[in-house]
C-alpha cells in the first residue's frame, strides 16, 4: 500500500466534514473518489497532503507517518495535488508555470543560487522537462501564451502538468475534468491512465461514468463516510450507492 488512511476525523464547527474515514491505496493503481457535494472529498484530499491537520486518525505515505506534515513536506516526500478550482498566475506563461511548479516544489533549489552554472544547467533541465510533459498532454504548442488564456479544459491540463513536474509518486486529483467537455475530459483520463505505469492516482470527481471507465478502485463518501468502495463493477451494483449517490 502505499497510501493508508486510518479513522480520520475532522470537523469544521459542527459539522463534522470526515467521520473516522479509512482507505487504502495500491501502488500504480486509479482510484477514485466520489461523493455527493459536501460528502467530505476535498476535506479528504486536504488532510492527506497536508492541507489541514485532522482531529483525530492517522495518515501513512509509502510506509511512513505523514499525518499532519506540511504540505511542502508532504510534497517532498512524492505527492502532490492539484485544487478544485484551477489557481493560475496571472503574467505567467505556461512553460513560466512549470517551471515554478517545479521550483515551488523543490526546495532543495536554494543552495544553487551559489553555483551559477549549477543554476543553469537545473534550468536546462526543467525547461526540457516541462516542454516534454506540456508534449505528451499535447498543450506544447501552447506554451509561450499567457496560463490564463487557455481554454478551461487546457488549464486543467496544465494543472496536471503543473503536478507532473515534481515527478511524484503520487498524485491527488480534485476535479481534473470539471467543466471540461466529454471529448477532452476522456483524454485527461486517458493521459492519467498512460502515467499509471510510474504512478498512483486519487480522484475526485463527480463524473460516475469516467471513474468506471478508469479507475481500478471506486470510493463512495457520503456525509463524512466512506459508504461504499470496490471495483467499478462492485460498487455499481451495491444497494448503498444505488440509494445514496445513483438516485435510486
Ligand atoms: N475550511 C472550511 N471551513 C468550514 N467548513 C468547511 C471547510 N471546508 C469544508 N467545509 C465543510 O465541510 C463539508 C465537506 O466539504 P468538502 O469541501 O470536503 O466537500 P466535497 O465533497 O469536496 O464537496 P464538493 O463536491 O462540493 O466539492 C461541507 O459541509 C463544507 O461546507
Ligand atoms: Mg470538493
Redesign the pocket.
Known amino acids: 500500500m502505499i497510501l493508508e488512511v486510518n479513522d480520520i476525523e475532522?470537523s469544521?464547527?459542527g459539522?463534522?466534514?470526515?467521520d473516522g474515514v479509512s482507505v487504502s491505496i495500491e501502488n500504480n493503481t486509479i482510484s477514485g473518489?466520489i461523493?455527493?457535494?459536501?460528502?467530505?472529498?476535498?476535506?479528504?484530499?486536504?488532510t492527506v497532503s497536508g492541507f489541514?491537520a485532522p482531529d483525530k486518525g492517522t495518515v501513512y505515505f509509502g510506509g511512513k507517518d505523514i499525518t499532519s506534515l506540511p504540505p511542502f513536506q508532504v510534497s517532498r516526500l512524492g505527492m502532490t495535488r492539484t485544487f478544485?478550482i484551477t489557481r493560475l498566475f496571472r503574467g505567467m506563461t505556461v512553460l513560466e508555470s512549470m517551471l515554478l511548479a517545479s521550483k515551488t516544489q523543490d526546495d532543495g533549489l536554494f543552495p544553487v543560487f551559489f553555483n551559477r552554472k549549477k543554476l543553469m544547467e537545473t534550468e536546462r533541465r526543467d525547461v526540457q522537462k516541462a516542454v516534454e510533459i506540456l508534449d505528451f498532454l499535447e498543450i506544447e504548442h501552447m506554451k509561450h501564451e499567457y496560463a490564463v488564456a487557455l481554454s478551461g479544459g487546457q488549464q486543467k491540463l496544465l494543472s496536471l502538468g503543473m503536478a507532473l513536474m515534481a515527478d511524484p509518486r503520487m498524485v491527488l486529483l480534485?476535479?481534473p475534468v470539471a467543466g471540461v467537455n466529454p471529448t477532452l475530459a476522456n483524454k485527461i483520463f486517458e493521459k492519467v491512465m498512460l502515467e499509471k505505469e510510474k504512478r498512483t492516482f486519487l480522484v475526485?470527481e463527480?463524473n460516475i461514468d469516467i471513474l468506471m471507465n478508469f479507475c481500478d478502485i471506486i470510493y463512495v463518501?457520503n456525509k463524512?463516510r466512506i459508504v461504499a468502495s470496490g471495483t467499478p463493477d462492485e460498487v455499481q451494483r451495491n444497494e448503498t450507492v444505488i440509494d445514496v449517490y445513483l438516485g435510486g
Open positions: 475532522k469544521f464547527g459539522i463534522k466534514a470526515l473518489l461523493g455527493p457535494n459536501g460528502s467530505g472529498k476535498t476535506t479528504l484530499l486536504n489541514l478544485q480534485d476535479e475526485v463527480h463518501m463524512g
